[in-house]
């Protein structure tokens, strides 16, 4: 069995990682998961929040947004809304996102999408902000 | 019959003229390059989104989503993408004959407008054609907000049982020179017959794929999210076809301009010599007269 698989992420706007990795692991609708080499077709929802894998000697963390997960044996595909490295992470601009979701919140009922929109958008933010500056206290 | 001076200042003004579409060409070119570079980031997405779809929708019947079922009426929704200004030659033109084309196929009474770009919205407001809405159209980087906005209200539409099928009117980049207004359906989503076959003839070979949380969930948030991605796509391919044509229609225009100032000023210089030699003559032969 190889020991490792393609991972690729990919956003509307760009392809923002593709390389080979051993490890990965990723928030799925119903509760994180990780991924081996050599797993079984999976096709999973995403949560926003955090991904990290494992290439050789480098460990990668990436904030993302709500999208999708197909897995395979020998490769991975998430297709997410929106992607960020901890370098392009601007915590100040993410805190503004959380204030302006929240007021998008109030506006809403709650089961209306762009409720479930604004709160994705929250947990998007607040996952920038804990991979760039460490779980809050 | 036209003065030196006439012909001096119509060249002049065809001067200035040349001079703005040789800016404006310039200008073309370069967000061309940028609109396409932004088709060629969305393309993996777009791509790796309409694959996961079509072997989803494949694999499941038509009464699984509302999305996917059809159900036959005639009321259509037509998405017509155009560019907010004009100066672009036959762009806009061509899709609007596009969209006529398509409402008289279609019967225009059944037919329902949703326009981006202005250029669309001017030339059907004065016509008697019912028009859901219309934005004007972001033209260097259209947001995927824009696009996932104008989807919600369609898939709206269309699960309110108001529509019966949505099609899209977009031009497509082929090259800068090229672009062709292609008519998409985006609304009812099953795949045309002979998509089925293949992606199931393919389907046999893999081996089972496991949903989470369940297929039903996956497929009721990937169908919107397929429209949105889709006309996301149509705007950003409009959007470089718009700067093609403008850049081609901008090109031709200096050309042109150049030509006329050639012609004009070798008329210029014909008069000129003319009126010379006509002062000319008639020195000498006032000389002439003097001498006898």
Redesign the interface.
Request: aromatic residues 16%; negative net charge.
């Given at each position: 069995m190889a020991d490792n698989f393609l991972l690729e992420i990919i956003t509307p706007s760009r392809k923002l990682l593709s390389l080979e990795a051993e490890e990965l692991t990723a928030p799925g609708e119903l509760g994180e998961f990780g991924i081996l080499p050599g797993h079984m077709h999976f096709f999973s929802l995403l949560r926003a929040g955090e991904v990290s894998y494992k290439s050789g000697a480098e460990r990668g963390r990436i904030a993302i947004s709500t999208g999708y997960a197909e897995v395979g044996p020998d490769k991975t595909i998430l297709l997410v809304d929106s992607a960020m490295t901890e370098a392009e992470i601007d915590t100040g601009e993410a805190r503004e996102a959380i204030t302006e979701a929240e007021a998008k919140m109030k506006g809403h009922e709650e089961d209306d999408p762009a409720y479930k929109a604004a709160a994705d958008d929250i947990e998007y933010a607040e996952a920038r902000i804990t991979l760039k500056e460490g779980p809050s206290k | 019959m036209p003065g030196l001076k006439d012909i001096q200042r119509r060249i002049k003004s065809v001067k200035n003229t040349q001079q703005i579409t040789k800016a404006m060409k310039m200008v073309a070119a370069a967000k061309l390059r940028r609109a396409q570079e932004?088709i060629e980031?969305?393309r993996?997405?777009?791509e790796?989104?309409a694959e996961?779809v079509s072997s989803l929708a494949s694999m499941s019947s038509p009464e699984s989503h509302p999305l996917l079922a059809s159900t036959g009426g005639p009321r259509t929704g037509l998405l017509v993408v155009t560019s907010d200004r004009g100066l672009c030659g036959g762009f806009n033109t061509y899709l609007i004959r596009k969209a006529e084309n398509f409402m008289s196929e279609k019967g225009s009474d059944n037919v329902s407008l949703s326009l981006t770009g202005k250029r669309g919205l001017d030339y059907f407001k004065r016509r008697n054609v019912q028009i859901i809405d219309s934005k004007p159209a972001t033209s260097v980087t259209p947001s995927?907000e824009s696009a996932r906005e104008t989807a919600?209200k369609l898939i709206g539409l269309f699960l309110g049982e108001e529509l019966d099928e949505v099609h899209i009117i977009y031009s497509r980049f082929e090259s800068a020179l090229t672009q062709t207004p292609v008519v998409q359906r985006l609304l009812p989503l099953a795949p045309e017959a002979g998509e089925r076959e293949e992606s199931g003839a393919e389907e046999g070979e893999?081996?089972?794929?496991?949903?989470?949380?369940s297929v039903d969930?996956?497929l009721q948030?990937?169908l919107p999210k397929y429209i949105e991605?889709q006309i996301?796509r149509a705007l950003l391919e409009s959007a470089a076809s718009e700067h093609g044509a403008r850049m081609t229609a901008m090109d031709s225009a200096s050309r042109n301009a150049s030509d006329m100032i050639g012609s004009l000023t070798l008329r210029y210089n014909r008069l000129r010599q003319a009126a010379i030699t006509s002062e000319l003559m008639e020195i000498i032969s006032g000389s002439e007269a003097l001498k006898d």
């Open positions: - | 932004n980031a969305a993996p997405y777009a790796k989104m996961l995927y919600l893999s081996t089972e794929v496991l949903y989470e949380p969930q996956v948030n990937l991605v996301y």
